[in-house]
T-cell receptor, first 114, second 115 residues
Framework: NAGVTQTPKFQVLKTGQSMTLQCAQD?????MSWYRQDPGMGLRLIHY???????DQGEVPNGYNVSRSTTEDFPLRLLSAAPSQTSVYFC?????????????FGEGSRLTVL | AQKITQTQPGMFVQEKEAVTLDCTYD???????LFWYKQPSSGEMIFLIY??????QNATEGRYSLNFQKARKSANLVISASQLGDSAMYFC????????????FGQGTELSVKP
């Protein structure tokens, strides 16, 4: 019953460092997405993917890169970390049938940039 | 542009009473979906209930119901018989169009249930 798995759960970076948040899902969902959660602002979409090889930007894409080489994996790369990227990051997947758009979330990754 | 608004940053309710969490949305799409998620203090996001724009009946899932008023563009969550474990952040969200993968979230409402 893995569902959506995110790693790492916690990370502290220094300004300018790069890192990758890993996300994997085992439900064969077509859609995957990354959100960031900041206090008082709900969840905001960073990037999403509608299938392997296809990605697009969300509301707050600057400073982040994604790729989707397989259905299962959707890593999020921070190119040069900034304090403004201190946040909790959620990866999510969803399918085309059923409650279209229902997101299955990972447990979240708390990132602090010093 | 699509938007979700939750105007109640915090709410208190007495245990065993019902509570309504407000959500209004703005969209020009005819096909859309509305969701409510719960986020307890442990941080995970838990799906509660879904309402499709073409659904004629209000959605219900156990103690949760969604009061869907399409003309008013509101999708309020009603929790009946509140329990202490209902204390959490609650987010209203909307799917854009008919595809999956992208939801727009409101700012959230923090619900506290008093014994």
């Amino acid at each position: 019953n893995a569902g959506v798995t995110q790693t790492p759960k916690f990370q502290v970076l220094k300004t300018g460092q790069s890192m990758t948040l890993q996300c994997a899902q085992d439900m064969n969902h077509e859609y995957m997405s990354w959100y960031r959660q900041d206090p008082g602002m709900g969840l905001r979409l960073i990037h999403y993917s509608v299938g392997a090889g296809i990605t697009d930007q969300g509301e707050v894409p600057n400073g982040y890169n994604v790729s989707r080489s397989t259905t299962e994996d959707f890593p999020l790369r921070l190119l040069s970390a900034a304090p403004s990227q201190t946040s909790v990051y959620f990866c999510a997947s969803s399918r085309s049938g059923g409650k279209i758009g229902e997101l299955f979330f990972g447990e979240g990754s708390r990132l602090t940039v010093l | 542009a699509q938007k979700i608004t939750q105007t109640q940053p915090g709410m208190f309710v007495q245990e065993k009473e019902a509570v309504t969490l407000d959500c209004t949305y703005d969209t020009s799409d005819q096909s859309y979906g509305l969701f409510w998620y719960k986020q307890p203090s442990s941080g995970e996001m838990i799906f509660l209930i879904y309402q499709g724009s073409y659904d004629e009946q209000n959605a219900t899932e156990g103690r949760y119901s969604l009061n869907f008023q399409k003309a008013r563009k509101s999708a309020n969550l009603v929790i009946s018989a509140s329990q202490l474990g209902d204390s959490a952040m609650y987010f209203c969200a909307m799917r854009e169009g008919s595809g999956g993968g992208k939801l727009i979230f409101g700012q959230g409402t923090e619900l506290s249930v008093k014994p």
